[in-house]
């Protein structure tokens, strides 16, 4: 992992002013990317309460920005620019986009989409009193007072956290979140096989991911899910709908029964379950960062992902695991028991089974 420059840790103090009009560009689309960057917008709001604070992003966050309508005032669809992979740029709504940001004068521009390389000379462009973010050593640095080497095995979480500290701005801690809203619960409700499940009694093995290339094998999540029911834990399997395929061949694979609950929530209704489960185990994918937001144990298995970007923080209720040789199902079942064990040796679930299933 990349060590930091020493001299990166104290406060630039770059922000002699209070800024009150901000505006943040990220536009990457996927639920993790969004929950990873709350921790800096929780600390932009409470050093600014008063600030207006915009985001410009995909319409695809629109409904996760809703949630943190605290933080966020404001969300400003990106029209794509030449070069970001994640949208489609609409070339001929980029001119009039450029035009109307520049006219809102803003006090402080930050980029936190990527190294910089394609994204600071558009932040640049934003005409804000101050810019900050990152720039790839040896490309372009808008400006060297508010603006940090990127780094690229850095945790998502901590690197603009990072980035705030440098312009003066403190931290309000790593913790992600993802507020509960009654019709979350409503939506699970609605599912009437959700209905008998009991809380802390039940696991969720989630197999997909975002790509492909990111999944384990359903095998693998087969047998962990096995080794789970063997214990007393009912295992529901989870999902989008794109992943139905997937995840009825981990079910095949299985010999204990499970509840099949892929393509069925929408992210409130999968949330809420999340919260009265025992125990995820997932890929390294949203869901990861789902349960580290509501303080879900989870096991995370990661395949091409770099752990020490995306895994969770909180390393006693999350347990990330990596190997470049391969990863057995018996290290993710080890570090399953460890958390679902919890420490309780009188529960059920006796610390003498789990030993012997090790």
């Known amino acids: 992992m990349n060590q930091i420059p020493e001299r990166f840790f104290h406060s630039a103090k770059t922000l002699q002013f209070r ?15 969004f929950l990873c960057a709350v921790p800096t917008w929780r600390s932009l709001r409470a050093a600014f309460p ?42 001929e709504q980029i001119p009039l986009f450029l035009q109307y940001v520049q006219s809102q004068k803003f006090d402080l521009a930050m980029q936190m989409h990527g190294s910089g390389t394609v ?18 050593p040896g490309e372009y640095c808008p400006d060297e007072r508010s603006f940090l080497p990127y780094l690229a095995h850095e945790s998502e979480v901590r690197r603009y956290l990072r980035l705030l500290e440098f312009i003066g701005v403190p931290s309000q801690g790593e913790e992600l979140e993802f507020p509960l809203l009654e019709e979350d619960k409503q939506a699970l409700r ?12 039940f696991v969720c093995i ?16 087969a047998q962990v899910a096995d080794e789970l029911a063997s214990l007393g834990l009912r295992v529901v399997l989870t999902g989008s709908q794109h992943e139905i395929e997937l995840t009825e061949t981990v079910a095949a694979k299985m010999q204990a029964d499970s509840l099949n609950l892929v393509g069925r929530t929408n992210l409130g209704a999968l949330a809420t379950l999340l919260t009265r489960a025992r125990l995820v185990v997932c890929n390294d994918t949203g869901v990861s960062h789902l349960a580290a937001a509501l303080k879900v144990p989870s096991v995370v298995v990661f395949t091409i992902s770099d752990p020490d970007r995306w895994a969770p923080l909180n390393e006693v209720l999350h347990r990330a695991i990596y190997d470049t040789s391969g990863i057995s199902p018996e290290m993710v079942i080890a570090q399953a028991f460890d958390l679902v064990m919890g420490g ?13 299933k090790i």
Do not use: M
């Open 119 to 136: 994204t600071n000379p558009l932040i640049k462009l934003f005409a804000a009193r101050v810019c900050a973010g990152f720039f790839a």
């Open 344 to 356: 309780k040796e009188e529960e059920e679930i006796s610390l003498k089974n789990l030993q012997s």
């Open 19 to 33: 800024p009150q009009r901000i505006v943040v560009l990220r536009a990457l689309v996927g639920l993790g990317d």
């Open 206 to 221: 989630h197999p997909g991911a975002s790509t492909p290339l990111r999944c384990w094998s359903p095998a693998g999540f």
């Open 50 to 91: 008063e600030a207006q604070i915009i985001l410009i992003g995909s319409s695809q966050i629109k409904p996760l920005f809703d949630r943190f309508r605290h933080y966020l005032d404001e969300l400003w669809i990106f029209p794509g620019f030449p070069g970001l992979p994640e949208l489609t740029p609409q070339l």
């Open 190 to 201: 609605e599912i009437p096989e959700a209905q008998e499940l009991r809380e802390g009694e």
